[in-house]
């Protein structure tokens, strides 16, 4: 089982004091925050692409490395970085090829319910006003949303100013980046 195998390491990595290479301050040195897709090619490749150490930034990641609404929960943590954690610029990196692109909510919604997810569920969280499908859906092209991302967190009310917010696009077979949107 994966949990009693985390656990067991876990248990050495403590007991031989393995985490002490990995001991920095809570504040980001490079004082920036990144958003990117929680995709597992980009877990050591972006920092490495970036030059980014453990400690540098605040890194926040989700499916797509997008912002979907002013007020969803990446925003809040960007502006909890920028406010009590000392980050003054914002990357909002998504990859080529990425499993969000060109997702169609219909198809992720038949294999909720292939894995056992009701349609009387479905149906309360859709009269309650959810479009599940849309919320559901990916994007059209990875650049239009790091574009509409960064519009986005660029126009709240909320964002300090004169906050460089940047936009990129990694390719996640060589790790070059791509200028979207330059945020000076």
């Known amino acids: 089982m994966l949990l009693d195998d985390v656990l067991s390491f876990n248990q050495k990595f403590v007991e031989e004091?393995?985490?002490?290479?990995?001991?920095?301050?809570?504040?980001?040195?490079?004082?920036?925050?990144?958003?990117?897709c929680m995709d597992t090619r980009l877990i050591e490749l972006l920092p490495n692409a970036m030059n980014i150490k453990n400690g540098d930034v605040k890194m926040v990641k989700n499916a797509g490395g997008i912002i979907t609404s002013p007020f969803d929960s990446v925003v809040r943590s960007i502006l909890i970085a920028l406010y009590m954690l000392e980050a003054d610029e914002v990357f909002i990196i998504g990859h080529h090829r990425c499993g969000m692109g060109k997702l169609e909510g219909e198809a992720v919604l038949d294999r909720m319910k292939k894995r056992g997810v009701s349609e009387e569920k479905v149906q309360t969280l859709e009269h309650a006003g959810l479009d599940?499908?849309?919320?559901?859906?990916?994007f059209d092209t990875v650049e239009a949303s790091?574009?509409?991302s960064v519009e986005i967190l660029r126009n709240h009310p909320l964002l300090p100013a004169g906050t460089p917010v940047h936009g990129l696009v990694i390719d996640p077979k060589t790790g070059k980046l791509d200028l979207v949107e330059r945020g000076y």
């Open 17 to 36: 004091e393995l985490y002490v290479p990995y001991e920095v301050e809570g504040l980001p040195k490079k004082r920036a925050v990144v958003l990117s």
């Open 132 to 138: 599940l499908k849309q919320w559901l859906k990916g």
């Open 146 to 148: 790091v574009q509409n």
